[in-house]
Structure formats: C-alpha cells, structure tokens
C-alpha cells in the first residue's frame, strides 16, 4: 500500500516562500515518477510539476518553483518562491508505479496579497 502525505502549507503574503514535502511509504527511488498537482476553488486540478529521469514544470511558474527528491528521506519538496495569489490552491503529492497513480491527501497553501 503507497501512501503519501504532504506538509508544508501554509498563509504566506504575496512574493513569500513556502516549501511543501512529500513522504512516501517505502522507497519513492521505485516510482517511475513524482510531482506535485494542484487545484484552486471552482477550478480543475492542474499539473505544477513532475520529476522523474528528468524535471518538468507548468508554464506559469516561470522559474518560481523547483521540485526535487530525496531518496534518502522518501521525500519529494517543492519549493516556491515569489509567490503570487493567483498560486492559492491545494496542493496534491502524486507519485506513478507500474501503470498505478497514487495521490496525497493535499495541503492548503493561501497566498494573500
């Protein structure tokens, strides 16, 4: 059984920081990929970024947010930085497996202006 949980969350003011984590059970080196998906009110969830033999991020970020791992840890971060309001969201940990998508609880982040 794969687990996930996100931390990290946060109110922040507009151009601050916030740094989400991402524990998975067991060793995240045997997933084919992990990323991060979000889903702001009224809106469908969307692609923000994803690490796997290489990175790959959303277009709005404009170099803002950097996801990395730590196989180490079973942790996969996002860090973001000059955050905007339009960036307050859900923000959900997935992680893929032989064919299989797992999914995290979510973590709120609030960016006031």
């Known amino acids: 059984q794969v687990q996930l949980v996100e931390s990290g969350g946060g109110l922040v003011q507009a151009g601050g920081s916030l740094r989400l984590s991402c524990a998975a059970t067991?060793?995240?080196?045997?997933?084919?990929?992990m990323g991060w998906y979000r889903q702001a009110p009224g809106k469908q969830r969307e692609f923000v970024a994803t690490s796997s033999s290489s990175t790959n991020y959303a277009g709005f970020m404009k170099g803002r947010f950097t996801i990395s791992r730590d196989n180490a840890k079973n942790t996969v971060y996002l860090q973001m930085n000059a955050l905007k309001p339009d960036d307050t969201a859900v923000y959900y940990c997935?992680?893929?497996?032989?064919?299989?998508?797992?999914w995290g609880q979510g973590t709120q982040v609030t960016v006031s202006s």
């Open positions: 067991g060793s995240i080196s045997r997933f084919n990929a």
């Open positions: 997935n992680a893929v497996r032989e064919g299989l998508t797992y």
